[in-house]
């Protein structure tokens, strides 16, 4: 069980001892940020929360000091790569506060850490339990009714088991195919879905990647991929249109759950032109890449007498969005590989629009934003503080984070700030896809938007984010966004093709229904 270390006030100065059962009692007798006491002296009574070791990173950076002045919006990283899109989280909070309030409550984001503690200088706690506790803590005992995360789909899948009981989650990263229906298969306005996330299903870059692939004509083709929420279903997908593509391809695939136990590159390699990896984790997609290009000189031995590379085929390496981030570029960058080696990495990655108003306008604000909240928080990871034309989910963050507070303004409107389902009723009402008008997901537009909401309960509006347009399927609440294919280019991962599902009336389609534009 989570043990949490709480600093409490032992009183409320001339307010009674209130007693509670849990601590929705407190939540309903004071409002945000009071608990119901465990153990010690004031177990049984409502006490005021305050940060934990697991949750102490807010936005503003003193909301502890009073919680109940805030509407609150739960945050769930892991401090080895989500850096970036905590930082385009706290942007669009502190964008939102310099603009308006909702009601007489300004905004806050409390983002906790479920990373593995495995040295015991926290908790103890890894996996699966950490995910799940922190998640309850954030639910039960703060009453959170909006959380943005987790960026994993597997970690999102053990946040969903306990966020579903009283809060909406929205992910800007977690891609699995199998979470599309985690909520529901059909959602409408009077049964909700309380899993939403910013960036589309793994069904698209599964598709787009195999077209690449095809494109390139391998016939020899090795998967393997990480056995969970996220590597299996894409594993599935892929295959299936890889033979869809072409009915003549040779796959094998090759499931793992550690690659120390399960991956035996060495005697295999040489059987393919290609090898695509499929995992969530960047550590392992590090991992994995040293050891694929390590088996270059088993199979083309260099001579004696030169220093290049023999003629003799290398098989090409296909890598997803696990490795379309900082840390993997980092890598590329001070490794010993080759440009030869480089070369031969390709992978996919959900898109952006990046000639778009919402786009550039936050590209500037998140790169004037740089450190402002940081200072101790990330000393040992600077890359937080790279451009943002070189983060992948920083804008999808970003996004979530707008559209939480607009749902949140419209529950407060017209139903229930502290009911889930209605803040996922306000996240319906961003996604009129006739409207005439799309607004921008700035700052500036939150006032217009707030008015066409606040006019009627049905009234809807078309908004485009900083990572594209937001067009959910309503049924679904399902985007399909844009994907990247990418290489290593001039160090930095280069965009060869920016693919997209056909709209009606565009030429040269695939019959996959995919157009992909050169860049």
Not at 79 to 93: C, Q
């Amino acid at each position: 069980m989570l043990v949490l270390t709480f600093v409490y006030a032992c009183s409320f100065g001339n307010i009674d001892r209130i007693s509670c059962d849990e601590s929705k009692d407190c939540n309903t007798q004071f409002g945000t940020g009071y608990l119901c006491e465990r153990e010690g002296k004031n177990a049984g009574y409502c006490v005021v929360a305050t940060e934990t070791e697991r949750c102490f990173h807010t936005t503003p950076s003193d909301a502890y000091d009073n919680l109940s002045d805030y509407i609150l919006i739960g945050s769930l990283y892991n401090p080895s790569y989500d850096m970036p899109t905590i930082k385009a989280m706290d942007l669009a909070v502190e964008q939102a506060n310099e603009t308006e309030s909702i009601g007489e409550r300004k905004m806050a984001i409390i983002h906790c850490d479920i990373s593995d503690d495995t040295t015991g200088e926290i908790d103890g706690e890894t996996g699966e339990t950490v995910v799940k506790n922190i998640t309850r803590y954030l639910v039960d005992e703060l009453q959170v009714k909006a959380i943005i995360g987790p960026s994993t789909s597997t970690n999102s899948s053990w946040s969903y088991d306990v966020a579903k009981t009283g809060s909406i989650l929205i992910s800007p990263s977690a891609t699995s195919i199998g979470l599309s229906v985690i909520d529901g298969e059909i959602k409408t306005d009077d049964n909700p879905g309380l899993f939403w996330r910013t960036v589309g299903s793994d069904d698209v870059q599964s598709m787009v990647l195999s077209y690449h692939i095809c494109h390139q004509e391998k016939e020899d083709l090795w998967i393997i991929y990480k056995d969970d929420t996220y590597g299996a279903p894409f594993e599935d997908a892929l295959t299936s249109y890889l033979k869809d593509m072409n009915p003549d391809i040779n796959i094998e695939n090759s499931p793992y759950s550690t690659l120390e136990s399960n991956v035996n590159l060495g005697s295999n390699l040489h059987n393919y032109d290609a090898v695509v990896f499929i995992a969530p984790d960047v550590s392992d997609i590090i991992t994995f890449t040293e050891t694929f290009f390590a088996e270059d000189e088993t199979i083309c031995p260099v001579s004696e007498e030169s220093d290049e590379e023999s003629d003799c085929s290398l098989p090409s390496l296909y890598l997803a969005d696990g490795a379309a981030n900082e840390d993997f570029l980092t890598y590329i960058n001070n490794s010993a590989l080759t440009d030869s080696q480089k070369n031969r990495i390709s992978g996919s990655r959900p898109g952006l629009i990046r000639d778009s108003v919402a786009y550039e306008n936050f590209v500037t604000d998140y790169d004037a934003f740089t450190g402002k909240f940081f200072g101790t928080f990330d000393q040992t990871l600077a890359y937080a503080n790279a451009q943002a034309t070189r983060q992948t989910y920083a804008p999808y963050a970003y996004d979530a984070t707008w559209m939480i507070i607009y749902a949140y303004d419209w529950a407060f409107t017209h139903a229930n700030i502290s009911n889930a389902s209605d803040i996922s009723r306000g996240l319906r009402r961003l996604s009129d896809i006739s409207a005439t008008t799309d607004y921008n997901v700035t700052p500036s537009s939150w006032i217009p938007i707030r008015g066409i909401l606040s006019s009627s309960i049905d009234a809807m509006v078309n908004i485009t984010g900083a990572s594209g347009n937001l067009d959910y399927n309503l049924d679904t609440e399902e985007l399909k966004n844009p994907i990247d294919i990418w290489n290593v280019n001039q160090s930095k991962l280069n965009t060869l093709y920016e693919c997209r599902y056909c709209l009606e009336g565009d030429e040269d389609c695939s019959e996959y229904m995919i157009m992909c534009t050169e860049q």
